[in-house]
Structures are given as structure tokens and as C-alpha cells.
């Protein structure tokens, strides 16, 4: 199981992406940032970085404005 | 002759909370809507030392949310908050790094910094200084502000973390929908708080 923004939970498959995981979540936003088990994961590592099984993954919203 | 210790301005404030933020130095990555009101509210707070990175310059549109006045419009705004922030407090330390930030000189810029405040208009930006930041010090925190526009809803408005990042702001606003000076300074105070309590939190181990 994964779980994700410290609510949403997700079936763990084997080999699965960060990638996979927005696919599945239907994050839209275009612009995020993702952490697993705290850990931030940079964009390009997205369709690479696999994920264990019971990781806490955490997708933030980035939007303009400062 | 004896300098002024000038520590009576903290006199009121959390019983050692003072000692802890002395000793520290936060980094201000932007000096605008964000950068600009967290810096006042860590200087009020006791902070020692801030490091402020910034290349622009003061002008009138930003007066709606960033504390400046307008005998600041055209100065350097790193130089003229780093002027408000010693009226303050005139034993503080600002590093000033008049300089356009990106991805490789954050280490660099920062490195003397405890924890980093990110106060970036582009969420791009935002993305690549969060990714840098992680990589070089992945043990230090970077506090971040995200969905501060509009009006209104501050119910809205939380922090949302993982390991060493800390997203402060509804995550959904954005800038298209224009910036109200409470809301943004809700957010950077928010930042402030965060960066407050990490600080005390790791001062006391």
C-alpha cells in the first residue's frame, strides 16, 4: 500500500514509478514537487525512481505568486 | 565606549527562544512579498543573522504586499529591507547577495544559512530552488510558499511537510488571480513561524 499526502491510499505494484503513482492520482498541476519517505525526488528521477511497498509519498502543489 | 546590546527589544519574548535564534542564520531567497515580511518577522523574533538574495530593484507595484516605503522605489531591495531590518534590530547580521539566483550558486549563497526561506514569484522557480537546495543540504530544511493569492479563505491556508520541506499556503491560488498584502503576509509570517520552530526545536537537543 502507498500512501499518499498523508490520506490518499494506493495498491503497491511491483516496479511501480513516482510516475505511475501521479498517473494514477490524476495530478494535473503542472508544476509539483514529490518527497517519498521525506526524501525529495527531483523531476527527472519521476519515471525512474521506484517505489517499495509502504511508501509515504507526499505530491506538493507549487502555484505562482511571492 | 559600550555598544548597546540592544537585547531589551526581546525582553518580551518566548521565555529561551531568544539564545536559540541568536545563534541562528536563516536564508531569504527572494526579497519580495514573502522574502520581505518573513525577514521583519524573524528580526522582530531575535534571529541573528539572515543571508537576503535578491537582484531587483523596489518598485511601486510592490508596495501592495512587500515592506517597503516609497523612498524605496528604485533601490536595491536588499538594501533597503536589510535598512528597515538594523532599524529594528542594529545588532543583526545580514549577509546581502545582490545577485540573480539559480540552481548552482545556491549552495554557495546559502551555505552559512541553518534552514532556507523561499520567497520566489514563478513556481519554476520554486521547483529548481526546492531540487538544489534538497541536494546540497539535504539535512536543512527549506520552508516554501505556495497558494497565497486571492482573497480571504484563511482557512485554506496550512502547512504541508515531508522530511526537510515545508509548503506553506493553500497550494492552489496563484498569481493570475492578483495578491492581497494580508493573505501573502499571512503565508511569509507563516514561513517565519515554521523556520521559529524548527530552529527551537533543534536549539534545545
Not at chain 2, 20 to 47: D, E, M, P, Y
Not at chain 2, 99 to 120: R, T
Not at chain 2, 141 to 149: D, N, R, V
Amino acid at each position: 500500500m502507498i500512501i499518499v499526502n498523508n490520506r490518499d491510499k494506493l495498491e503497491w505494484e511491483k516496479g511501480m514509478t513516482v510516475q505511475n503513482v501521479l498517473d494514477k492520482m490524476r495530478y494535473n498541476y503542472s508544476l509539483i514537487t514529490v518527497t517519498v519517505d521525506g526524501k525529495l525526488i527531483p523531476a527527472n528521477e519521476y519515471d525512474s525512481y521506484t517505489l517499495e511497498d509502504n511508501s509515504d509519498v507526499n505530491v506538493f502543489h507549487l502555484a505562482h505568486g511571492g | 565606549m559600550k555598544k548597546k546590546d540592544h537585547l531589551s527589544i526581546f525582553k518580551r519574548n518566548v521565555p529561551h527562544s531568544t539564545a536559540i535564534l541568536q545563534k541562528s542564520t536563516v536564508g531569504i531567497a527572494g526579497c519580495g512579498g514573502l522574502g520581505s515580511n518573513a525577514a521583519v518577522a524573524l528580526t522582530r523574533a531575535g534571529i541573528g543573522g539572515l543571508i537576503l538574495a535578491d537582484y531587483d530593484r523596489v518598485e511601486e507595484s510592490n508596495l501592495n504586499r512587500q515592506h517597503y516605503f516609497q523612498k524605496d522605489i528604485g533601490k536595491i531591495k536588499v538594501d533597503a529591507l536589510a535598512e528597515h531590518l538594523r532599524a529594528i534590530n542594529p545588532n543583526i547580521i545580514i549577509n546581502p547577495a545582490v545577485i540573480k539566483l539559480s540552481p548552482e550558486k545556491i549552495a554557495e549563497v546559502f551555505k552559512e544559512a541553518d534552514l532556507l526561506i523561499e520567497g520566489f514569484d514563478k513556481a519554476e522557480s520554486k521547483r529548481w530552488l526546492i531540487e538544489s537546495w534538497s541536494s546540497a543540504y539535504p539535512d536543512r530544511a527549506i520552508i516554501c510558499g505556495s497558494g497565497l493569492a486571492g482573497i480571504g479563505r484563511t482557512n485554506s491556508l496550512k502547512v504541508h511537510s515531508s522530511g526537510n520541506v515545508y509548503i506553506c499556503g493553500d497550494e492552489e491560488s496563484n498569481s493570475s488571480m492578483g495578491l492581497c498584502s494580508s493573505r501573502v503576509s499571512i503565508v511569509a509570517c507563516m514561513q517565519a513561524n515554521v523556520a521559529i520552530e524548527l530552529l527551537n526545536r533543534s536549539g534545545e537537543k
